[in-house]
């Protein structure tokens, strides 16, 4: 079996993440927990499988995607 991911946490607030070979990234659309809070998920889709994260937030607008130029 391969390894789809290595996933590292830095000092308890972020988060190191290499993938090989990556396909495609998608995010899912937030969606509203029962308490209150908004969860989406991010897919990181690789030759070798696939790694999602779930994201929790506050509101709904902290989970949008932003690119970088």
């Given at each position: 079996?391969?390894?789809?991911?290595?996933?590292?946490?830095?000092?308890?607030?972020?988060?190191?993440?290499?993938?090989?070979?990556?396909n495609?990234?998608?995010?899912?659309?937030?969606?509203?927990?029962e308490?209150?809070?908004?969860?989406?998920?991010l897919?990181?889709?690789?030759?070798?499988?696939?790694?999602?994260?779930?994201?929790?937030?506050?509101?709904?607008?902290?989970?949008?995607?932003?690119?970088?130029?």
């Open positions: 079996m391969k390894t789809v991911a290595a996933i590292s946490f830095l000092d308890n607030h972020s988060l190191s993440m290499d993938v090989e070979a990556v495609r990234i998608d995010v899912t659309h937030p969606i509203q927990l308490d209150g809070g908004w969860t989406c998920e897919l990181v889709r690789s030759a070798n499988g696939t790694v999602a994260l779930q994201l929790v937030a506050n509101k709904p607008e902290s989970l949008q995607v932003q690119m970088q130029e």
